[in-house]
């Protein structure tokens, strides 16, 4: 069972910027996608941002211009470069990373915490 572990979370004043990484346990083959989701208190998960196989990304629209995704297939890593961040980006982020035809994992998340 691949394991991903997320890091670099923490507490941040708004107009700050924090880097989340992303990190398997073994090298993954076949990635299709590498993807972070985020969860608020009472709230659903929600989609933050993707980077496919081939290079291209996809972002939440509250996410565009503001948060950069990146990913290494090799290295089986994605990080997540959030910058302007505001309060309301406040959850725990969390990896999840595709590959094969149906085969994904999930991290056990980090928790961003933007004080206005």
């Known amino acids: 069972q691949v394991k991903l572990v997320e890091s670099g979370g923490g507490l941040v004043q708004a107009g700050g910027s924090l880097k989340l990484s992303c990190t398997a346990s073994e090298r993954i083959f076949s990635i299709s996608a590498m993807k972070w989701y985020r969860q608020a208190p009472g709230k659903q998960r929600e989609f933050v941002a993707a980077?496919?196989?081939?290079?291209?990304?996809n972002y939440a629209d509250f996410v565009k211009g503001r948060f950069t995704i990146s990913g290494d297939n090799a290295k089986s890593t994605v990080s997540l470069q959030m910058n302007s961040l505001k309060p309301e980006d406040s959850a725990v982020y969390y990896c999840?990373?595709?590959?094969?035809?149906?085969?994904?994992?999930w991290g056990q998340g980090t928790q961003v915490t933007v004080s206005s």
């Open positions: 980077v496919y196989s081939g290079g291209s990304t």
């Open positions: 999840n990373v595709n590959w094969g035809m149906v085969s994904d994992s």
